[in-house]
Structures are given as C-alpha cells and as structure tokens.
C-alpha cells in the first residue's frame, strides 16, 4: 500500500487566489511527522511547512498553511495569495518514528501552475 | 551556508562502467540518505546512514553501495551502472525530522 498519496497530478491557481493540494497517509505508527517539499524547475528540494501527529495546532509558514486532520490521515497543504514563483513540483512525505526504519516516504507530487 | 553539496551535477555512464556520487553535509547532522527520482514517482530511498559508521538498505538498494566515511561524508556507488540506474540522485541529511536536500545528480547510463 502507498505510504502518501497525493492523487492531484496538476493544478492550476490563479495569481493572488488561495489553492489546497491534497495528500493522504497510512501508517499504523501514532508517532510521525509530516511534510511538505517544493521542487522548481531548477530541480532542488526544498522544505516548506512540518506538523507533527502529536501536534494539535495545524502548522503554518508565512503563506503555507497545513491542514491537518488525523481522523481522516490527511494533510493538506494550502498556499494562500498564489505567486509566480509558487509555479513548481510539491511533494508530501511522512516519517513514521517506531519503524525504526528511518525513512521520508514521498508521494508522487503535485505540479502546481500559477496563472497570471 | 553551504548545506548538503553534492557532487558531480551532471554525469553520463557507459553500461558497466562504474562511479561514486560524493556527498557532505555541514551542519553536523547525524543522519545521512540518499534517494533517487524517477520521473512520476516522488523520492525513493535507496540507503540511509542513522550515524556514522552505520549504513542500512532502504526501499531500493540493489545495484548500489554506500560509505559513511565520516560524520560529514556520504557516498554513493555505482559498481556496474546500468541503463535503470539514469535517475536523479539526491543527498540529504536531518536533525529532528527535517530533510535537507542537496542540488541533485542527474546521471544517464547509456
């Protein structure tokens, strides 16, 4: 079974409007951690936002925000006022903490295009 | 502030033949990956390191060998590259959860 699931494979925003890309996880670990990455054309990594499963507030970074909700194992990632520059790949990942594996599981990602 | 840096950025491969992927990290992180990218498929791992002096296999060792040479240090080798093997390679290491990734590798094997 998929660790991360992202099923959006491209979205499209309009510059300055808010836009959700979706990501749900399995696991049977109550300890984990949860991730969101950018990777632009220029191919780097880079992160952006981190919630943790035992965390009750949803986490948030400047205009990232991440809408966590461990019922239903999802975690969205919300970039609020569209930029140019938000135009990029967005890969959700998980770390389960008592596998004892240490390993990032990716999803397949999301390529977000911003529209002027 | 340099971070995770990678060498080399580009490399071709003939079938066969073999290299190392170098890696360093300055932020005194103890846990040392690599993974590599396929197009459509997000990150997956191939070897991790928890610390120096340790190396374990992740989702998908085969064909490759790693060294944790010291805390800083984290290679990647290729002893008979194939054509499967032309990916994006990435390094990362982390502290408390955290990844940072290195520039990449983009590596063809012909």
């Known amino acids: 079974a998929q660790k991360i699931t992202q099923t959006q494979p491209g979205m499209f925003v309009q510059e300055k409007e808010a836009v959700t890309l979706d990501c749900t996880y399995d696991t049977s670990d109550q300890s984990y951690g949860l991730f969101w990455y950018k990777q632009p054309s220029s191919g780097e990594m880079i992160f952006l936002i981190y919630q943790g499963s035992y965390d009750e507030q949803n986490a948030t970074e400047g205009r990232y925000s991440l809408n966590f909700q461990k019922a239903r194992k999802s975690a969205n990632l919300v970039i609020s006022a569209s930029q140019l520059g938000d135009s990029a790949m967005y890969f959700c990942a998980m770390r389960e903490r008592q596998t004892g594996a240490n390993n990032l599981f990716f999803g397949t990602g999301t390529r977000l295009t911003v529209i002027p | 502030n340099a971070g995770v840096t990678q060498t080399p950025k580009f490399q071709v491969l003939k079938t066969g033949q073999s290299m190392t992927l170098q890696c360093a990290q300055d932020?005194?992180?103890?846990?040392m990956y690599w993974y590599r990218q396929d197009p459509g498929m997000g990150l997956r791992l191939i070897y991790y390191?928890?610390?120096?002096?340790?190396?374990d296999k992740g989702e998908v060792p085969n064909g490759y060998n790693v060294s944790r040479l010291n805390k800083r240090e984290f290679s990647l080798r290729l002893e008979s590259a194939a054509p499967s093997q032309t990916s994006v390679y990435f390094c990362a290491s982390s502290e408390r959860g955290k990844a940072f990734f290195g520039q990449g590798t983009r590596l063809t094997v012909v």
């Open positions: 390191s928890a610390s120096e002096g340790t190396t």
């Open positions: 932020m005194n992180h103890n846990s």
